[in-house]
C-alpha cells in the first residue's frame, strides 16, 4: 500500500487530518503520516540539502550519481529535495535513510564520494568519515555506536523550535508539513477559537518582535485589530538585506509553511482578509520557495474563500523587493508597496493604524511570524518556560566571519554570547584569539571579548548598550582590521540611504570620508590632507551623535552605530591609523609600508619597472631601496619580488 | 515591444501601485529597461515617466543598460568583507576598467556589488552570470578574467 501513495495527497484528505485529534486517527490515516514523515520507507532514500549555500556543489551532478549508483546495484532510490539544517560550513550536506533504520546526515561530501558511503549503508555498514549523526524517528531502528545528530558540537544546545523541521522535510510540500503537525494550529483556531481568544494567547506569550527593537507584539496586534476599517493588511517583512544575516533566507527556503502558517494566524487574530510577503528579488530561491508554498496551500485550500468552512477568507500575495536595504523599515516597505520610492515616512501615524493604502497594516519580520503557530500549537505557557522573564522563545542567528562553523543557530533568549561562538561556532577559526563580535549587521555594534558573557535577551543588551538586531554575527579576530570594516559599513549605509533627511545623507558621507582619510595614504602628504584627518577624527563622534538624534527613520538614527562604538572599543588601533599611519592588521593596504630586505635582494630590477610611484630605486645586481616617502603602499613589489625580499612592514 | 504591451495587459490600467511589479516583470524579460519601455509603462499606468524614472532608478534591482555577456557580480557580505572581498572588487576595477553598475566598452563585462550571495562558507565569491566562483584571491580574478576573455 505504501508504494502506491505519493508525497501529494487529495486536499480533502489532508483536511481531515487537519481537524482530528491525533488518537482519533484511524490506521491507513497514521500510515500515510508515517509515510509523509518517511519514518517508514519501502527503498532507500537520499536527502539533497538544496538551498542557496550548497547548490554551487552542483545538486545535479549528486543526482546524477545517485542514479548511476542505482543503476548499477539495481535498486530504486529516491531523491527528495530537502532545506538546510542550517550548518552552512558543512555543505553540502546529504541524509541517507535505508529502509526501518535511522537516517544518517553527512557533510561536505563530493558526487565521487556518494556511492561508496551508499554503498556501505546499504551493507549495513556506518562510514564514519565526514559523519554529522543520525536522526532517529518514530519505528526505526537506530544505529549502534553511531552518536546521534544532536549530539554533534553544532547542534547541542539548540532549542530548535523554528528550525526543526529545516532540512528534514520537502520544504514546498503542505502535505509533508501537516504531517509533522503543521496547519493544525491555523486549522484548530480557524473551528474552536475567536480572534479575542487567541488575541489573549499572543499577550499571555510575551511575545517580541524579532527585528530588533523587541516591541511587545500583542500591543501592534491590539491596535490592528480594535482600529476600525473595512480593510485590514499583514505584512511580513522578508526583505532581509543585512551583509552577513542570513537566517531568514535559510527559515524562508528550508520551512516556508511555518512562515505562511503564521501570516495565517496573524491574519485571522487580526481579522485582515490580506497578506503580504514582502521577500528579496535577489533571493531567487527564497521566491520559488515561498510561490510553491503558497500554491500548495491553496490547493490543499488553506487559502481562499471561505477557508475550511470557517467564513475566513485569506490571501497571501508575494511581492519581490526591488532591493533596497532601507525597505526593511516599515513605513519604506508601505511606500514601496504602494509603487513608490521606497522611503520612510514620519511617524505617527503607525502603520497599524494608518498603513498600507491607509488601512491598519501588522508588519512584522519573518522570525517573529513564525513563532505565532508555536504559540497557539502548544500555549503560552509552554512558550513562557523558554527564555527569560522579559524575553520569552527563541531568537535565530547567523554566525559568519571568523568562525570554524558557520550556519544558523537557534538559541533560547538568555544564552550568552560565549555558548554561540565557542560552543556552536566551534571558536574562532585556526584557534586565534577573540577580538570582537559585531552584532546586528551594518547598524550594529561592536562586542568586545569583555562582554562576551552577556546573555542574550532585550533587558541584559539594554543594561550592556548592545543592539542585537535581526541576528547576525560576524566574529573578528585579530587579523581583522575593525576600522576598516566600519568604513565598508558606512560605505554600504552610504549607498543604502535613501536620501530623504539631509543627517542621514549628508552624515554618512562625511563620516565615510573621514574614514577613508584614515585608512588610506595619499601620494603626497602635502596640502591640508593630514590635518583633514585629524579634523575629520576629532568631529567623527559629534557628527555621529548628530546623525543618531536627527535623522527620520532606523537606518539613519543606526547608521553611526558601529562608528561609535568602534571609536570607544578601538581607540588605540584608531589612533594608530591616524598618527602613526600603520594598520596592526595590515588590511588597510593602503597603510602598509614596505622596505626591502638587503640580503635576499638580488638587484632584479623587477620591483622597479613595476612601481607604479616610480618609488623604488636602484641599478641592476646591486640591492634596491624603496623610497617611502613617494611609497603608495600599492603592494606591488611585494606581489612581483621572486625573492622574497620585500618585508611589509 | 509586443512582449511589453502583453506583459502590460496583465496589470489593470492605471493602477499606480503595480508599477513596481510591472517593471520587474518587464526586466525579467528584456533584461534592462530604456526610456521607450518607460514611455510605455506610464502611457499604461498614467503615471509621469519621470515619476517611473525616479522609482526605477531609487531601486538596486532595475538598470538602464543591458548588462554585460557576461555579468560579474561581487557579494558585498561582512563574511566576504572580512575576507578581502575589497581587493577583488579593486582588482576587478582595475582589470576591467569600469566601475559598479558599468559596462565595458566592447560590451562583454559588466559589473555590480551585490549583497550577500549566500555562500559564506566559501568566502570571498563572485558571480559570473549566475555561475558561482569561490575562494577568490586577486591572482585568481586575473586568471578567471583572462579565461573568460579568452572565450570570446
Given at each position: 500500500?505504501?508504494?502506491?501513495?505519493?508525497?501529494?495527497?487529495?486536499?480533502?484528505?489532508?483536511?481531515?487530518?487537519?481537524?482530528?485529534?491525533?488518537?482519533?486517527?484511524?490506521?491507513?490515516?497514521?500510515?500515510?503520516?508515517?509515510?509523509?514523515?518517511?519514518?517508514?520507507?519501502?527503498?532507500?532514500?537520499?536527502?539533497?540539502?538544496?538551498?542557496?549555500?550548497?547548490?554551487?556543489?552542483?545538486?545535479?551532478?549528486?543526482?546524477?550519481?545517485?542514479?548511476?549508483?542505482?543503476?548499477?546495484?539495481?535498486?530504486?532510490?529516491?531523491?527528495?529535495?530537502?532545506?538546510?539544517?542550517?550548518?552552512?560550513?558543512?555543505?553540502?550536506?546529504?541524509?541517507?535513510?535505508?529502509?526501518?533504520?535511522?537516517?544518517?546526515?553527512?557533510?561536505?561530501?563530493?558526487?565521487?564520494?556518494?556511492?561508496?558511503?551508499?554503498?556501505?549503508?546499504?551493507?549495513?555498514?556506518?562510514?564514519?568519515?565526514?559523519?554529522?549523526?543520525?536522526?532517529?524517528?518514530?519505528?526505526?531502528?537506530?544505529?549502534?555506536?553511531?552518536?546521534?545528530?544532536?549530539?554533534?558540537?553544532?547542534?547541542?544546545?539548540?532549542?530548535?523550535?523554528?528550525?526543526?523541521?529545516?532540512?528534514?522535510?520537502?520544504?514546498?510540500?503542505?502535505?509533508?508539513?501537516?504531517?509533522?503537525?503543521?496547519?493544525?494550529?491555523?486549522?484548530?483556531?480557524?473551528?474552536?477559537?475567536?480572534?479575542?481568544?487567541?488575541?489573549?494567547?499572543?499577550?499571555?506569550?510575551?511575545?517580541?518582535?524579532?527585528?530588533?527593537?523587541?516591541?511587545?507584539?500583542?500591543?501592534?496586534?491590539?491596535?490592528?485589530?480594535?482600529?476600525?476599517?473595512?480593510?485590514?493588511?499583514?505584512?511580513?517583512?522578508?526583505?532581509?538585506?543585512?551583509?552577513?544575516?542570513?537566517?531568514?533566507?535559510?527559515?524562508?527556503?528550508?520551512?516556508?509553511?511555518?512562515?505562511?502558517?503564521?501570516?495565517?494566524?496573524?491574519?485571522?487574530?487580526?481579522?485582515?482578509?490580506?497578506?503580504?510577503?514582502?521577500?528579496?528579488?535577489?533571493?531567487?530561491?527564497?521566491?520559488?520557495?515561498?510561490?510553491?508554498?503558497?500554491?500548495?496551500?491553496?490547493?490543499?485550500?488553506?487559502?481562499?474563500?471561505?477557508?475550511?468552512?470557517?467564513?475566513?477568507?485569506?490571501?497571501?500575495?508575494?511581492?519581490?523587493?526591488?532591493?533596497?536595504?532601507?525597505?526593511?523599515?516599515?513605513?519604506?516597505?508601505?511606500?514601496?508597496?504602494?509603487?513608490?520610492?521606497?522611503?520612510?515616512?514620519?511617524?505617527?501615524?503607525?502603520?497599524?493604524?494608518?498603513?498600507?493604502?491607509?488601512?491598519?497594516?501588522?508588519?512584522?519580520?519573518?522570525?517573529?511570524?513564525?513563532?505565532?503557530?508555536?504559540?497557539?500549537?502548544?500555549?503560552?505557557?509552554?512558550?513562557?518556560?523558554?527564555?527569560?522573564?522579559?524575553?520569552?522563545?527563541?531568537?535565530?542567528?547567523?554566525?559568519?566571519?571568523?568562525?570554524?562553523?558557520?550556519?544558523?543557530?537557534?538559541?533560547?533568549?538568555?544564552?550568552?554570547?560565549?555558548?554561540?561562538?565557542?560552543?556552536?561556532?566551534?571558536?574562532?577559526?585556526?584557534?586565534?584569539?577573540?577580538?570582537?563580535?559585531?552584532?546586528?549587521?551594518?547598524?550594529?555594534?561592536?562586542?568586545?571579548?569583555?562582554?562576551?558573557?552577556?546573555?542574550?535577551?532585550?533587558?541584559?543588551?539594554?543594561?550592556?548598550?548592545?543592539?542585537?538586531?535581526?541576528?547576525?554575527?560576524?566574529?573578528?579576530?585579530?587579523?581583522?582590521?575593525?576600522?576598516?570594516?566600519?568604513?565598508?559599513?558606512?560605505?554600504?549605509?552610504?549607498?543604502?540611504?535613501?536620501?530623504?533627511?539631509?543627517?542621514?545623507?549628508?552624515?554618512?558621507?562625511?563620516?565615510?570620508?573621514i574614514?577613508k582619510s584614515v585608512t588610506t595614504r595619499p601620494a603626497n602628504q602635502e596640502k591640508f590632507d593630514a590635518l583633514e584627518r585629524f579634523r575629520g577624527i576629532t568631529?567623527?563622534?559629534?557628527?555621529?551623535?548628530?546623525?543618531?538624534?536627527?535623522?527620520?527613520?532606523?537606518?539613519?538614527?543606526?547608521?553611526?552605530?558601529?562608528?561609535?562604538?568602534?571609536?570607544?572599543?578601538?581607540?588605540?588601533?584608531?589612533?594608530?591609523h591616524v598618527f602613526d599611519r600603520?594598520?596592526?592588521?595590515?588590511?588597510?593596504?593602503?597603510l602598509?609600508?614596505?622596505?626591502?630586505?638587503?640580503?635576499?635582494?638580488?638587484?632584479?630590477?623587477?620591483?622597479?619597472?613595476?612601481?607604479?610611484?616610480?618609488?623604488?630605486?636602484?641599478?641592476?645586481?646591486?640591492?634596491?631601496?624603496?623610497?617611502?616617502d613617494?611609497?603608495?603602499?600599492?603592494?606591488?613589489?611585494?606581489?612581483?619580488?621572486?625573492?622574497?625580499?620585500?618585508?611589509?612592514? | 515591444?509586443?512582449?511589453?504591451?502583453?506583459?502590460?495587459?496583465?496589470?489593470?490600467?492605471?493602477?499606480?501601485?503595480?508599477?513596481?511589479?510591472?517593471?520587474?516583470?518587464?526586466?525579467?524579460?528584456?533584461?534592462?529597461?530604456?526610456?521607450?519601455?518607460?514611455?510605455?509603462?506610464?502611457?499604461?499606468?498614467?503615471?509621469?515617466?519621470?515619476?517611473?524614472?525616479?522609482?526605477?532608478?531609487?531601486?538596486?534591482?532595475?538598470?538602464?543598460?543591458?548588462?554585460?555577456?557576461?555579468?560579474?557580480?561581487?557579494?558585498?557580505?561582512?563574511?566576504?568583507?572580512?575576507?578581502?572581498?575589497?581587493?577583488?572588487?579593486?582588482?576587478?576595477?582595475?582589470?576591467?576598467?569600469?566601475?559598479?553598475?558599468?559596462?565595458?566598452?566592447?560590451?562583454?563585462?559588466?559589473?555590480?556589488?551585490?549583497?550577500?550571495?549566500?555562500?559564506?562558507?566559501?568566502?570571498?565569491?563572485?558571480?559570473?552570470?549566475?555561475?558561482?566562483?569561490?575562494?577568490?584571491?586577486?591572482?585568481?580574478?586575473?586568471?578567471?578574467?583572462?579565461?573568460?576573455?579568452?572565450?570570446?
Amino acid at each position: 500500500m505504501i508504494q502506491e501513495m505519493t508525497n501529494r495527497i487529495n486536499p480533502r484528505e489532508l483536511q481531515e487530518i487537519l481537524l482530528l485529534e491525533k488518537p482519533e486517527l484511524n490506521q491507513e490515516q497514521q500510515a500515510m503520516i508515517r509515510f509523509l514523515r518517511r519514518e517508514r520507507i519501502s527503498r532507500p532514500a537520499v536527502f539533497l540539502d538544496v538551498t542557496s549555500p550548497s547548490v554551487i556543489y552542483g545538486i545535479d551532478q549528486f543526482k546524477v550519481a545517485v542514479k548511476e549508483w542505482g543503476e548499477n546495484n539495481a535498486l530504486d532510490v529516491d531523491v527528495v529535495e530537502t532545506g538546510s539544517l542550517g550548518l552552512i560550513s558543512a555543505e553540502p550536506v546529504i541524509g541517507i535513510q535505508i529502509p526501518g533504520r535511522a537516517r544518517l546526515y553527512y557533510g561536505q561530501i563530493t558526487p565521487l564520494k556518494l556511492p561508496s558511503i551508499l554503498d556501505a549503508v546499504v551493507r549495513q555498514v556506518v562510514p564514519e568519515e565526514n559523519l554529522i549523526g543520525q536522526m532517529l524517528m518514530a519505528s526505526q531502528q537506530p544505529w549502534e555506536g553511531i552518536p546521534f545528530w544532536d549530539q554533534h558540537p553544532f547542534f547541542k544546545g539548540q532549542t530548535r523550535y523554528l528550525m526543526n523541521l529545516c532540512g528534514v522535510i520537502d520544504p514546498c510540500s503542505a502535505s509533508e508539513y501537516i504531517a509533522w503537525g503543521g496547519y493544525q494550529a491555523f486549522a484548530k483556531s480557524l473551528r474552536y477559537y475567536t480572534s479575542q481568544e487567541l488575541l489573549k494567547l499572543i499577550e499571555e506569550s510575551n511575545l517580541r518582535g524579532r527585528s530588533g527593537s523587541g516591541f511587545l507584539a500583542a500591543t501592534k496586534w491590539l491596535k490592528v485589530a480594535n482600529t476600525p476599517s473595512d480593510k485590514r493588511y499583514v505584512l511580513c517583512n522578508a526583505d532581509e538585506s543585512d551583509p552577513g544575516g542570513y537566517m531568514h533566507r535559510i527559515l524562508m527556503e528550508s520551512n516556508p509553511h511555518l512562515i505562511i502558517e503564521g501570516i495565517m494566524l496573524a491574519a485571522y487574530i487580526t481579522g485582515s482578509g490580506q497578506a503580504i510577503i514582502y521577500t528579496r528579488s535577489r533571493y531567487p530561491m527564497a521566491v520559488k520557495r515561498l510561490q510553491k508554498a503558497l500554491q500548495e496551500a491553496r490547493s490543499a485550500g488553506l487559502l481562499g474563500s471561505d477557508i475550511l468552512k470557517s467564513g475566513f477568507s485569506l490571501d497571501i500575495q508575494l511581492k519581490r523587493g526591488p532591493g533596497a536595504y532601507v525597505c526593511g523599515e516599515e513605513t519604506a516597505i508601505l511606500s514601496s508597496l504602494e509603487g513608490k520610492r521606497g522611503m520612510p515616512q514620519n511617524r505617527p501615524p503607525y502603520p497599524a493604524t494608518q498603513g498600507l493604502f491607509d488601512k491598519p497594516t501588522l508588519v512584522h519580520n519573518v522570525e517573529t511570524l513564525a513563532q505565532v503557530p508555536l504559540i497557539i500549537r502548544n500555549g503560552p505557557e509552554w512558550y513562557k518556560k523558554t527564555g527569560t522573564a522579559e524575553s520569552s522563545g527563541t531568537k535565530l542567528f547567523s554566525l559568519s566571519g571568523r568562525i570554524s562553523r558557520l550556519g544558523v543557530v537557534e538559541v533560547p533568549f538568555g544564552t550568552p554570547l560565549k555558548t554561540l561562538v565557542n560552543d556552536f561556532g566551534g571558536g574562532v577559526r585556526n584557534g586565534q584569539p577573540l577580538k570582537a563580535l559585531l552584532l546586528g549587521g551594518p547598524s550594529g555594534k561592536f562586542v568586545t571579548a569583555t562582554q562576551i558573557d552577556t546573555p542574550i535577551d532585550f533587558e541584559h543588551f539594554e543594561e550592556e548598550d548592545l543592539v542585537m538586531g535581526s541576528g547576525s554575527l560576524v566574529v573578528l579576530d585579530e587579523g581583522c582590521c575593525p576600522i576598516n570594516l566600519m568604513k565598508n559599513l558606512m560605505d554600504f549605509n552610504h549607498q543604502e540611504s535613501c536620501g530623504k533627511c539631509i543627517p542621514c545623507r549628508d552624515g554618512t558621507k562625511r563620516v565615510l570620508s573621514i574614514l577613508k582619510s584614515v585608512t588610506t595614504r595619499p601620494a603626497n602628504q602635502e596640502k591640508f590632507d593630514a590635518l583633514e584627518r585629524f579634523r575629520g577624527i576629532t568631529r567623527i563622534e559629534e557628527l555621529a551623535e548628530v546623525m543618531k538624534s536627527t535623522s527620520l527613520c532606523g537606518l539613519g538614527k543606526t547608521a553611526a552605530n558601529p562608528v561609535i562604538s568602534g571609536m570607544k572599543l578601538f581607540r588605540e588601533e584608531m589612533e594608530e591609523h591616524v598618527f602613526d599611519r600603520i594598520c596592526r592588521a595590515g588590511v588597510c593596504r593602503n597603510l602598509r609600508s614596505f622596505r626591502i630586505d638587503p640580503v635576499n635582494c638580488t638587484g632584479c630590477n623587477i620591483c622597479m619597472i613595476k612601481c607604479p610611484e616610480n618609488a623604488i630605486i636602484g641599478s641592476p645586481h646591486k640591492v634596491h631601496i624603496i623610497m617611502e616617502d613617494i611609497c603608495s603602499g600599492c603592494g606591488k613589489c611585494y606581489e612581483v619580488c621572486k625573492f622574497n625580499a620585500i618585508r611589509v612592514l | 515591444m509586443d512582449d511589453i504591451t502583453s506583459i502590460l495587459s496583465k496589470y489593470p490600467e492605471g493602477v499606480t501601485e503595480n508599477l513596481i511589479p510591472v517593471l520587474q516583470e518587464i526586466q525579467d524579460s528584456t533584461s534592462y529597461l530604456n526610456g521607450e519601455i518607460v514611455q510605455a509603462v506610464a502611457a499604461y499606468l498614467k503615471i509621469p515617466a519621470v515619476k517611473i524614472y525616479s522609482v526605477a532608478t531609487f531601486y538596486n534591482e532595475f538598470r538602464f543598460n543591458p548588462g554585460g555577456h557576461y555579468h560579474i557580480q561581487v557579494c558585498q557580505g561582512t563574511g566576504c568583507l572580512l575576507d578581502g572581498s575589497e581587493q577583488i572588487r579593486r582588482e576587478l576595477m582595475r582589470l576591467l576598467e569600469i566601475g559598479p553598475g558599468e559596462i565595458t566598452r566592447d560590451g562583454w563585462f559588466s559589473l555590480e556589488w551585490v549583497p550577500c550571495l549566500g555562500v559564506c562558507q566559501e568566502a570571498p565569491v563572485i558571480s559570473i552570470n549566475g555561475k558561482i566562483i569561490t575562494n577568490m584571491t586577486p591572482a585568481k580574478v586575473k586568471e578567471v578574467i583572462a579565461q573568460y576573455r579568452k572565450s570570446r
